[in-house]
């Protein structure tokens, strides 16, 4: 069975004022505290019904996370790649895939080990990572894959 196919919300604290602010898992655009208008960390779950919504239709790059509940590793990941959600909320959004429930993502991504973490901007995959990592290795995997490519602007 696959994961809901009607997007949610989430309450996230604003890091900047401590509102507490409802977040969809998908928007047109980058959600915002309602009390101070800083950008919030945008972090959902999607399954094979509602990633195309969730993750492909982000105004902003996405960081897929696909990982599995029985795997050590993505629980130790997870942690970090939150912190990088945090640190640039208005700048990526971080998609949380677990592949038991979204099998068809799991095999459309040929996943073959979890976690695997992917970059995507405007649907497509721009950047794959295997395995975990800590969150300084991250950050600069996350940084390459999205500095602009010569001759592209961004």
């Not at 960390?41 to 696909?66: K, N, Q, T, Y």
């Not at 800590?134 to 490519?149: C, E, G, H, S, T």
């Amino acid at each position: 069975m696959s994961a809901p196919a009607k997007p949610r919300t989430s309450v996230v604290t604003c890091p900047h004022c401590g509102q507490r602010n409802r977040v969809p898992a998908a928007a047109a655009s980058v959600p915002k505290c309602g009390n101070c208008r800083n950008a919030l960390p945008w972090i959902a779950d999607a399954g094979d019904d509602d990633f195309s919504e969730v993750a492909e239709r982000s105004p902003i790059p996405v960081v897929v996370d696909l990982w599995a509940t029985w795997c050590g590793p993505c629980r130790m990941v997870s942690p970090a790649l939150e912190q990088l959600a945090i640190e640039r909320a208005g700048d990526i959004k971080l998609v949380k895939v677990e592949i038991d429930a979204a099998p068809r993502l799991a095999q459309r991504f040929e996943v073959r080990a979890v976690p695997t973490l992917l970059v995507m901007r405007d649907s497509e995959v721009i950047a794959r990572q295997p395995g975990a990592a800590p969150v300084a290795a991250l950050r600069r995997w996350l940084d390459q894959a999205l500095q602009p490519k010569e001759g592209e602007t961004r």
